[in-house]
C-alpha cells in the first residue's frame, strides 16, 4: 500500500483543467498563505514570488482559479473583494466592522443546515453565504479603553 501525497499545486492547477503557469503557482500559493486577502496583497505575494505581474494578469488568474473551485471569493457589503483557498465547504465569515478583519466561521450546527431555505422557490441550492457582521477583539477592547 502506497501512502496518498498532497498533490502538487501544479498538478492542482492541471487537474483543474488550467495550464500551469509560474504567475498561476504563485498566486494560488500567495492567497493560501494569507487571510482573506484583497488583490493588492495577492498580487503583491506574487510579485514577491516571481517578479513583475500586471494588475490585471492578478484579476484574471484569480477569476480562473476561482472559476475551477480552487480559490474562493467573498465580496462582504461595502468592502472590495478577498480570496482564500477553503473551498469545498460551507463555512461562513465575520467581519470587522472597524478594522475589516475577515475570519472563517463553521457552520453553528452539524453538516451544511444553513442549505435548507424555509422556501427554496424551486431553486436547486447548493450553497449558503452567511456574513457576520461586529467588532474584533482588538477594536473592540480599543472601543471600550
Known amino acids: 500500500m502506497t501512502a496518498s501525497s498532497t498533490p502538487t499545486i501544479a498538478e492542482e492547477l492541471r487537474g483543474?483543467?488550467?495550464?500551469?503557469?509560474?504567475?498561476?503557482v504563485a498566486l494560488l500559493q500567495a492567497v493560501r498563505d494569507g487571510d482573506h486577502l484583497?488583490?493588492?496583497?495577492?498580487?503583491?505575494?506574487?510579485?514577491?514570488?516571481?517578479?513583475?505581474?500586471?494588475?490585471?494578469?492578478?484579476?484574471?488568474?484569480?477569476?480562473?482559479?476561482?472559476?475551477?473551485?480552487l480559490v474562493r471569493r467573498i465580496e462582504p457589503a461595502g468592502s472590495p473583494a478577498r480570496y482564500e483557498g477553503r473551498v469545498g465547504d460551507n463555512?461562513?465569515?465575520?467581519?470587522?466592522?472597524?478594522?475589516?478583519?475577515?475570519?472563517?466561521?463553521?457552520?453553528?450546527?452539524?453538516?451544511?443546515?444553513?442549505?435548507t431555505a424555509a422556501d427554496a422557490h424551486g431553486f436547486s441550492i447548493d450553497e449558503a453565504e452567511v456574513i457576520y457582521w461586529g467588532l474584533c477583539p482588538g477594536c473592540s477592547t480599543a472601543r471600550t479603553s
Open 16 to 24: 483543474a483543467g488550467l495550464r500551469v503557469t509560474a504567475a498561476r
Open 38 to 69: 484583497g488583490v493588492e496583497a495577492i498580487a503583491s505575494g506574487v510579485r514577491d514570488r516571481v517578479g513583475h505581474i500586471s494588475l490585471q494578469a492578478v484579476y484574471e488568474a484569480l477569476h480562473a482559479l476561482t472559476a475551477a473551485g
Open 91 to 115: 463555512h461562513h465569515h465575520v467581519v470587522c466592522r472597524s478594522c475589516g478583519a475577515v475570519a472563517d466561521v463553521d457552520c453553528a450546527v452539524g453538516e451544511v443546515p444553513c442549505l
